[in-house]
């Protein structure tokens, strides 16, 4: 949002001194709000108007601090440059001094080079260079750490943790949120069981390694929130975990599984994560095959589910989920894992977002009866190669789908993607009002229909009103 010099100005003047009445300066909460949505460029300028405004947007100008430690030379990672080593000095130095420090909620640790995915990734597959100087600018920054007072983030890309580093971060004022990338432990786990616990809430261990060291080391009643996407042996490398490491207050689970030893893993799941109310699942290997529907929910609790359509049978059985949102999947798949479910799908969803890739549509309709409850549908198509025009195929749907919609609907939306441009436009799209009175007559209660297609957006809601519009390769003609 640009800030413009008028309202410079303006904020400028409420801190001269002149007399004024009681009242009249406004609050620094309302500069606060102000600043907070302005560009970093902005800020500047805001800094440069007046003295309190100048000591509020330091506020957010100091409130990220990016360190590197190490340089990518030849797909090695090794010490910067000595200029650049004092740049980096002289800037730990000012961020950690005592007017900046306490200013600091977010701490990344990473590589000036990593400025495209692709750059990253060469980083994040470098070795390190065995030079015992190698990770000098590592070491002084957790000799630092201490003075951030009210740091609550901790970001670290391709770093190795070592006791050094592990007591810091257990003596910071407040609980962290720490997200790894492609780090590591340099400790053993009989130093580790000697270190002081570390107060994490929230815990994203991408692309890295030593899960169960890492947990291990936390304080287990702190943490509520755990990602493991990328830990590939995980659950199954935590089996050495005693039976008591038990996480009671994590409420949110991201993983990765591996069908194959899926029946260990749901036992390691159940035992540690037993609060679980958000899970987000990805897949390791090829779809699962048959398997028993666990009516035992690992998740008791679980409220809303995230994940491929195949691990439904095993992790929403007999729960009482609210929310649904499944990856791209077939219908077939997503039939079959409703159907293993039976009477075991939960009754209570209001909430069901799926992308249904190459649908023969007219089955989408098949799918409603197992959601007597829904309040919003968002569902996305996705066409590649089907032989019968995508829109005429789509309007034919959704002409019939108002008889079979739950009535308890309240917001539907419905796009439609489609790879190839038609010859011509040959189609008629209904009007706006004819679709709102047909779904109004089964769904009583809606207040928002969308229908996006190919060449094409209609809909209506509370605030907008009714709307029709051309889009993409139509709207050109």
């Given at each position: 949002?640009?800030?413009?010099?008028?309202?410079?100005?303006?904020?400028?003047?409420?801190?001269?001194?002149?007399?004024?009445?009681?009242?009249?300066?406004?609050?620094?909460?309302?500069?606060?709000?102000?600043?907070?949505?302005?560009?970093?460029?902005?800020?500047?300028?805001?800094?440069?108007?007046?003295?309190?405004?100048?000591?509020?947007?330091?506020?957010?100008?100091?409130?990220?601090?990016?360190?590197?430690?190490?340089?990518?030379?030849?797909?090695?990672?090794?010490?910067?440059?000595?200029?650049?080593?004092?740049?980096?000095?002289?800037?730990?130095?000012?961020?950690?001094?005592?007017?900046?420090?306490?200013?600091?909620?977010?701490?990344?640790?990473?590589?000036?080079?990593?400025?495209?995915?692709?750059?990253?990734?060469?980083?994040?597959?470098?070795?390190?260079?065995?030079?015992?100087?190698?990770?000098?600018?590592?070491?002084?920054?957790?000799?630092?750490?201490?003075?951030?007072?009210?740091?609550?983030?901790?970001?670290?890309?391709?770093?190795?943790?070592?006791?050094?580093?592990?007591?810091?971060?257990?003596?910071?004022?407040?609980?962290?949120?720490?997200?790894?990338?492609?780090?590591?432990?340099?400790?053993?786990?009989?130093?580790?069981?000697?270190?002081?616990?570390?107060?994490?809430?929230?815990?994203?261990?991408?692309?890295?390694?030593?899960?169960?060291?890492?947990?291990?080391?936390?304080?287990?009643?702190?943490?509520?929130?755990?990602?493991?996407?990328?830990?590939?042996?995980?659950?199954?490398?935590?089996?050495?975990?005693?039976?008591?490491?038990?996480?009671?207050?994590?409420?949110?689970?991201?993983?990765?599984?591996?069908?194959?030893?899926?029946?260990?893993?749901?036992?390691?799941?159940?035992?540690?994560?037993?609060?679980?109310?958000?899970?987000?699942?990805?897949?390791?290997?090829?779809?699962?095959?048959?398997?028993?529907?666990?009516?035992?929910?690992?998740?008791?609790?679980?409220?809303?589910?995230?994940?491929?359509?195949?691990?439904?049978?095993?992790?929403?059985?007999?729960?009482?989920?609210?929310?649904?949102?499944?990856?791209?999947?077939?219908?077939?798949?997503?039939?079959?894992?409703?159907?293993?479910?039976?009477?075991?799908?939960?009754?209570?969803?209001?909430?069901?977002?799926?992308?249904?890739v190459e649908p023969p549509i007219q089955d989408l309709a098949a799918i409603f009866p197992y959601f007597p409850s829904l309040e919003t549908l968002d569902l996305e198509l996705t066409f590649f190669m089907i032989d019968d025009?995508?829109?005429?195929?789509?309007?034919?749907?959704?002409?019939?789908?108002?008889?079979?919609?739950?009535?308890?609907?309240?917001?539907?939306?419905?796009?439609?993607?489609?790879?190839?441009?038609?010859?011509?436009?040959?189609?008629?799209?209904?009007?706006?009002?004819?679709?709102?009175?047909?779904?109004?007559?089964?769904?009583?209660?809606?207040?928002?229909?969308?229908?996006?297609?190919?060449?094409?957006?209609?809909?209506?809601?509370?605030?907008?009103?009714?709307?029709?519009?051309?889009?993409?390769?139509?709207?050109?003609?």
């Open positions: 949002m640009p800030l413009c010099n008028h309202c410079l100005l303006a904020l400028a003047t409420t801190d001269v001194d002149l007399p004024a009445p009681e009242g009249a300066m406004l609050p620094n909460e309302l500069f606060l709000i102000v600043l907070r949505h302005v560009r970093t460029s902005e800020l500047h300028s805001a800094a440069l108007a007046s003295r309190n405004l100048c000591q509020l947007a330091r506020t957010f100008l100091f409130s990220d601090f990016h360190f590197w430690p190490y340089t990518l030379k030849d797909n090695t990672l090794t010490l910067p440059a000595d200029d650049a080593v004092l740049g980096m000095t002289k800037k730990l130095a000012f961020f950690s001094g005592p007017a900046i420090a306490p200013l600091v909620q977010l701490l990344h640790l990473s590589m000036s080079e990593m400025r495209t995915n692709y750059t990253r990734l060469a980083v994040l597959g470098g070795e390190f260079d065995t030079s015992i100087t190698t990770h000098a600018l590592r070491d002084l920054f957790f000799a630092h750490l201490h003075k951030f007072t009210l740091v609550k983030f901790v970001r670290a890309d391709k770093i190795i943790f070592t006791v050094p580093a592990l007591m810091a971060l257990a003596r910071m004022a407040n609980p962290l949120d720490l997200e790894l990338w492609e780090c590591s432990l340099g400790v053993t786990s009989s130093i580790a069981s000697t270190l002081p616990r570390l107060s994490v809430t929230r815990l994203d261990l991408s692309r890295g390694h030593d899960v169960d060291l890492w947990l291990a080391l936390l304080d287990a009643k702190q943490l509520l929130e755990f990602e493991a996407f990328s830990m590939r042996d995980f659950p199954h490398s935590s089996l050495g975990l005693e039976p008591s490491t038990t996480f009671p207050n994590v409420w949110s689970l991201s993983i990765f599984i591996y069908w194959i030893n899926i029946s260990r893993g749901l036992h390691i799941f159940r035992a540690m994560f037993p609060g679980v109310t958000t899970l987000e699942i990805q897949e390791g290997d090829s779809h699962p095959g048959d398997y028993e529907v666990d009516i035992h929910p690992v998740f008791p609790h679980l409220k809303t589910y995230y994940g491929p359509s195949t691990a439904l049978p095993l992790f929403i059985g007999g729960t009482m989920l609210r929310e649904l949102k499944l990856n791209s999947c077939d219908i077939f798949d997503l039939r079959q894992a409703l159907q293993r479910l039976n009477v075991h799908f939960p009754q209570t969803v209001t909430r069901f977002e799926v992308c249904i025009p995508v829109v005429e195929e789509v309007l034919r749907f959704f002409a019939t789908l108002s008889p079979r919609l739950p009535r308890t609907l309240r917001k539907l939306c419905i796009q439609c993607d489609d790879s190839d441009e038609p010859a011509t436009i040959n189609f008629d799209i209904p009007a706006p009002r004819v679709i709102q009175s047909q779904i109004l007559a089964r769904c009583p209660d809606v207040v928002e229909v969308q229908l996006t297609a190919p060449y094409f957006a209609l809909g209506w809601d509370a605030t907008r009103g009714f709307r029709m519009e051309r889009t993409g390769f139509w709207a050109e003609e």
